[in-house]
């Protein structure tokens, strides 16, 4: 009786949102295919034999449900970057966080409702490195409402990525690096096979249209500078959240992110190269090989002659060691909200947060020799000096959370401040050695930090010089952020606050800390739930940049996260609801983890 109910419920909630809705159903198939690049066949795992993988397109307030089939030969979770899982976070997709992973020739069914967004969104693997080629794009459509920006002629994904020459199984992201950087899977003609040039993207346009360019920064290891020669865009949104349109010749994305942007197609016909170049850190810093890549933009034949032999216009790219050229993008982007949300201005929690590395020693002792290239230390990423390390489980700890929420034993809270205060941005720092190492010690845990529902949480993140100076691309699961404001150097209180922007913050679910520099954001907690903030950077992620943020239930049944089993239900009753299925329960729950 109890199913017969909830079925009720949700024949009901289905018939609702017929009438303004749609489900948006794909099969993903998850294989190990080899591709060859660079003169190179490697073993890679795409999505349905393609890299990147298939669109999945919506209007705001679809259902999605996706059929995840793992025919590769390495466990594998899909996360749905920056879609909110509003009363959801089973469906987050963080391997043994919110679910345990898709073991393979196992098959899992997502199904999530998105809501209250618009724009470009992603998805990919989460698991380590296989976002690298498991990854596409998400693009959420307007319902109704007042167009923000004039109508484009057509939009184009462009998706910027990284083409690893090694089996990534067995890379090591501390010591390994790719082979290229590729626009929409594809590595140009600045890399060649035996002198054959590697096809490149090609993005065919019409004299006088407008086209609205969707980015998506899928890379691994690098932010990435994009620029059209003889071309301007008009960014209109980043992070499926809009922003006053912003002119300019370059646009600085970092991996994780997305930014909407308009380019008129009003040059002389011709070619013009679309560049995509890494940035990183100057010296001391280690140096990684600097891999660009470049597609074309090509104007259609209007006046029946052939532009194919015409050499391309390269644009003029900045530095790559100009990493202010990043500071300033992200710096003049402001919101442009259709709801008009505004900045909470009480505050519930405080958190400085500072971002670097640091080291522990192997095999449990107390001391040991420290310092790059020790054979004695392990070099970890920290959040306030604290690397996150998952605890021995046997099922998700949503799961876990969810049954029982005061058995938290597993949790290492993360502190408001880290132990220790210094000169967080001294360049001394960044090269090894004495005064480096006596700061290096950190330690390992499940760093988790509880909230109330609802609480209004301020996060300062600080980027440290110890042992390296990169930026860090952050990211929040389960919520968006009010980015206050940035800096460089060391964030002081007592004035940089006074810098904040209350009237008007972009709204991101990835923010970039900038190198040597600060962030402070603010959010809400009001997704109950067990939500990943982590750095976006692979080798990041993987050494511990990581902690746990729990939203605790709230005091009512629209307030608190459903169980898991009335999820699939649900999930099972819609399914065969809308397409009419015979024995729809039975298989959706059959095949959630089989």
């Not at 170049?277 to 090509?298: A, E, H």
């Not at 799961?399 to 502190?415: F, I, M």
């Not at 709204?507 to 939500?531: H, Q, S, Y």
């Amino acid at each position: 009786m109890a199913v017969v109910a909830i079925a009720f419920v949700f024949f009901l909630s289905a018939m609702v949102l017929s009438v303004h809705a749609a489900v948006v159903e794909h099969t993903f198939i998850v294989s190990q295919v080899n591709m060859t690049h660079l003169c190179k066949e490697t073993p890679v795992i795409v999505v349905n034999g393609q890299l990147p993988g298939p669109a999945i397109e919506v209007t705001e307030g679809d259902s999605v449900v996706v059929h995840v089939i793992n025919k590769s030969p390495y466990n594998m979770t899909i996360h749905w970057h920056g879609v909110k899982q509003q009363l959801n976070c089973w469906a987050d997709g963080v391997p043994m966080v919110t679910q345990l992973p898709i073991l393979p020739n196992h098959n899992f069914t997502y199904q999530f409702v998105v809501s209250e967004q618009e724009g470009t969104l992603w998805w990919h693997a989460h698991v380590p490195l296989y976002r690298a080629t498991v990854h596409g794009v998400l693009i959420i459509r307007a319902r109704q409402g007042v167009p923000l920006f004039p109508k484009p002629h057509k939009e184009v994904p462009i998706i910027i990525g990284e083409w690893w020459g090694i089996q990534l199984a067995y890379a090591d992201t501390t010591s390994d690096y790719n082979s290229a950087s590729t626009i929409n899977g594809k590595l140009g003609d600045l890399y060649n096979c035996s002198g054959a040039m590697e096809e490149g993207y090609m993005m065919d346009v019409e004299p006088g249209k407008t086209y609205l360019l969707r980015i998506v920064n899928a890379a691994l290891l690098s932010e990435y500078y994009l620029k059209i020669a003889g071309h301007k865009f008009t960014v209109v949104a980043a992070d499926a959240n809009y922003v006053s349109p912003y002119t300019t010749d370059i646009i600085a994305i970092a991996p994780g992110q997305t930014v909407d942007a308009l380019v008129v197609a009003n040059a002389a016909p011709g070619r013009y190269y679309m560049v995509a170049m890494p940035n990183q850190p100057p010296k001391p810093d280690f140096q990684s090989p600097v891999l660009p890549t470049r597609g074309i933009m090509q104007y259609s034949n209007t006046e029946g002659r052939s532009l194919s032999s015409d050499v391309p216009m390269s644009p003029e790219m900045p530095d790559n060691h100009d990493t202010m050229v990043s500071f300033y993008f992200h710096g003049n982007l402001t919101s442009l909200h259709p709801r008009h949300l505004l900045v909470p201005e009480r505050l519930d929690e405080r958190m400085f947060i500072t971002l670097g590395l640091g080291s522990v020693c192997k095999h449990d002792r107390l001391s040991c020799k420290r310092g790059d290239g020790s054979n004695e230390s392990t070099i970890l990423a920290t959040m306030n000096n604290v690397s996150f390390h998952l605890p021995p489980v046997s099922t998700s700890l949503l799961e876990a959370y969810y049954n029982n929420p005061s058995n938290v034993d597993w949790l290492q809270e993360l502190p408001d401040m880290p132990p220790q205060v210094f000169d967080f941005t001294d360049h001394s720092l960044i090269p090894t050695g004495p005064k480096a190492e006596r700061l290096e010690p950190t330690s390992k845990a499940a760093l988790a930090r509880r909230f109330r529902y609802g609480d209004v949480v301020e996060v300062v993140f600080q980027s440290t010089s110890l042992m390296q100076s990169d930026s860090n691309p952050m990211h929040l699961h389960g919520h968006d952020m009010f980015v206050l404001a940035q800096g460089q150097g060391n964030y002081d209180m007592e004035k940089d606050v006074a810098r904040y922007n209350l009237v008007n913050p972009p709204v991101v679910n990835t923010v970039l800390v900038p190198r040597l520099g600060w962030v402070a954001v603010r959010f809400v907690a009001d997704n109950p739930g067990i939500w990943y903030m982590h750095c976006h950077y692979e080798f990041h992620l993987t050494m511990g940049m990581v902690a746990l943020f729990i939203v605790e239930h709230g005091p009512t049944v629209n307030t608190s996260l459903p169980s898991r089993l009335l999820d699939l239900i649900g999930t099972a009753n819609d399914h065969f609801l809308m397409h009419g299925q015979k024995n729809g329960i039975e298989r959706t729950l059959g095949c959630a983890v089989i």
